[in-house]
């Protein structure tokens, strides 16, 4: 009875949050170990698939969100008279990309990498909520650096960055780090 009422907690407090949760943060709040909410998570997606509900608790990171199945998206935007998102453009999966792969970057570092300026694309991913700023870096001017965000993890259906396929280095140009980068160009 005791796993059952904390199951109940959980699922509420994921509920009225609306957004993702820290799994500690939610482990804390119903008097329970990071490792026993984790479970408790496994096990509540295994009852909800069971019982053939459409809803699921989904790992963003090191959050927890509960959400609906893909498989009612159409559904439910149609009911709620959503306005459909536009497509991301070929330039903005690009920036995605830069962004995802070397964070933090700069908007300097992504302009570097595609070779045309994505100020306007930088602005749009971070209104989408797929970036944010992560803070400023410690060069001349600090410019401000951005990261991926959980909502990035979400619309791509990834639990963690570790996730994003893995890219092929070319010998042409080592691997070096945006602040290495920067620095030579000083």
Sequence with gaps: MQRRQKQNEMQAILFAAGEP???S?????????????????????????????????????????????????????QA????RNTPLSQAAFEVLAVVAYNQPVTRAFVEQVRGVDSSGIVNALVEKGLIEEAGRMD???????????????????????????????????????????EKAEI
Aim: charge should be negative; glycine fraction near 4%; hydrophobic fraction near 40%.
């Design 25 to 77: 943060r939610l482990a804390e709040a119903v008097e329970l170990e990071a490792k026993e909410a984790s479970g408790l998570i496994d096990r509540i997606n295994e009852e909800y698939r069971a019982a053939g509900l459409p809803f699921c608790l989904v790992r963003l990171g090191e959050s927890i969100q509960m959400c609906t199945g893909p498989e009612y998206a159409p559904l439910i935007r």
């Design 80 to 83: 709620l008279a959503l306005k």
């Design 139 to 181: 060069l001349p001017g600090r410019p401000i650096s951005y990261r991926t965000t959980e909502n990035f993890l979400r619309c791509f259906s990834l639990s963690s960055l570790e996730e994003l396929p893995q890219l092929e280095e070319t010998e042409e140009e080592p691997a070096v780090s945006e602040a290495e980068r």
């Design 21 to 23: 949760l820290e799994l």
